[in-house]
């Protein structure tokens, strides 16, 4: 094991609790990261380089530490750990092998699918939201700090060591691709914070769907030696977005961006016209910048109208609601033939969720809520979901996956009955109470 730290080394936790290094695990720009054995299992320990070993740094693991803060999308740091040989590090949970790096989805090295890829975007806005409601900002939201499960699109965020209290001008500003044009530009007065954490998050999720960068368009492929100084004029001095409705300057090159075109056209208006909003008049405004709010809204929207193509069974975003526009398969270009549509309409106070019955539909815990904390797609928040007769093919029902016994409307007006298990077949008109105040209507389209 070559690294810093020698197998067998034994290291002591803050509190006086034994740490005993297993194998490295890799390395990054501050540290190296390490499996070790504790009393209480196998984790992570980051151990810093020593010119990343410095005071500042260590009150910002300490602080961090001391928060205490228990949230299973997030890798946070556990027990301040040495010192020792001039360093020191601390203790996280392992990330476990199904969740995997974004450098390997952009790469094309994984195999998933655009409800994951979907989930991923909701599950990570969620993620980060819930840090900044207790007033941390994380300041380096970039593609190398947070990994997904391409099946699930479940979410880990790692390396959070650069978490600070808002308005804590310590420790880094971020990494030049995703930080915020005032920061690259070193505006008077601008700081990393939630604000600037708000331009990282978009240009991450604009990679996450669109597997390309919001700024890099004509103007990248005329640069030559893409150094700092040019660096800093695409992300800081002279930010373009691709799609700028207003200025074609930077548009992607025909010839050499072709997925971001193929992707940016199959992506829903609902989320397009998002982008939009926080990379042109985000990146003058900062307080303009999309809210994690509104991005939850819209991702969770497009999510649920998510369509298989009849012809090449691909999975299309349509747009939410009713009457949405004609689209066309992005996979083979056939019209894709929209589905019946379930709205959910939540206790008060009232909201409505639009769900696309295809083949895949479910309907989750967070739809019967007007405002979830946290949106849930697994198994474990299953309410019901579509399912197909098992000896007639292309007869559909909605299945009770809940808890509760429903009550529906038969064809003839009569009320019936739907217990745990049961499915009731699918119809236009079908009404199903689901109890506490959620109601459910099937419509045509």
């Not at 010839?255 to 208006?269: I, K």
Request: net charge negative.
């Amino acid at each position: 094991m070559s690294g810093m730290l020698d197998g067998g080394t034994r290291l002591a936790t803050e509190n006086g609790d034994e740490v005993e290094i297993l194998a490295l695990l890799g390395a990054g720009g501050q540290g190296e990261v390490y499996r070790v054995a504790t009393w209480t299992g196998e984790k992570a320990l980051k151990w810093y380089y020593p010119t990343s070993a410095t005071p500042q740094q260590e009150a910002i693991v300490r602080e961090l530490v001391h928060r205490d803060f228990h949230d299973d999308r997030f890798l946070w740091p556990e027990a301040h750990v040495g010192p020792y040989r001039g360093s020191f590090g601390y203790l996280m949970d392992l990330r476990p092998e199904r969740f995997k790096g974004l450098p390997e989805l952009f790469r094309r090295r994984l195999r998933t699918n655009t409800r994951a890829l979907l989930r991923a975007c909701l599950y990570t806005v969620e993620a980060y939201q819930a840090l900044h409601m207790r007033g941390v900002a994380y300041r380096d939201i970039s593609w190398g700090n947070i990994f997904f499960d391409p099946a699930t699109g479940e979410v880990l965020v790692c390396d959070n060591d650069n978490a600070v209290v808002e308005g804590d001008v310590s420790g880094i500003s971020g990494t030049m691709k995703f930080m915020a044009p005032e920061l690259v530009r070193g505006d008077p007065g601008a700081r990393p914070g939630t604000q600037s954490d708000l331009h990282s998050l978009a240009v991450l999720l604009f990679m996450l769907l669109m597997n390309h960068h919001p700024f890099e368009g004509r103007r990248e492929l005329g640069i030559h030696c893409l150094d700092d100084a040019a660096e800093r004029k695409l992300y800081g001095r002279d930010p373009l977005f691709v799609f700028d409705p207003a200025d074609d300057a930077n548009a992607p090159d025909p010839m050499e961006h072709t997925t971001v075109l193929a992707t940016w056209e199959a992506t829903a208006e609902r989320l397009r016209e998002l982008f939009r909003r926080v990379f042109t008049t985000g990146l003058r405004d900062p307080a303009a910048r999309v809210r994690e709010s509104e991005w939850r809204d819209a991702l969770r929207a497009v999510l649920d109208s998510v369509v298989e193509c009849a012809s090449c069974g691909r999975q299309n975003m349509t747009e939410p609601g009713e009457n949405p526009p004609p689209r066309n398969c992005w996979g083979c270009g056939a019209q894709v033939v929209l589905p019946p549509r379930l709205v959910v309409t939540t206790p008060p106070p009232r909201a409505g969720h639009h769900i696309r019955l295809g083949r895949a539909a479910r309907v989750q815990a967070h739809h019967l809520a007007p405002e979830p904390e946290r949106h849930d797609c697994s198994d474990a928040a299953l309410v019901a979901e579509l399912v197909e007769h098992p000896s007639k093919p292309g007869r559909f029902g909605i299945a009770n996956r809940s808890e509760r016994t429903w009550t529906g409307n038969r064809s003839d007006g009569t009320l019936q009955r739907i217990a745990p298990g049961q499915t009731v077949p699918l119809r236009a008109g079908l009404e199903l109470d689901l109890g506490e105040g959620a109601r459910a209507v099937v419509h045509a389209r």
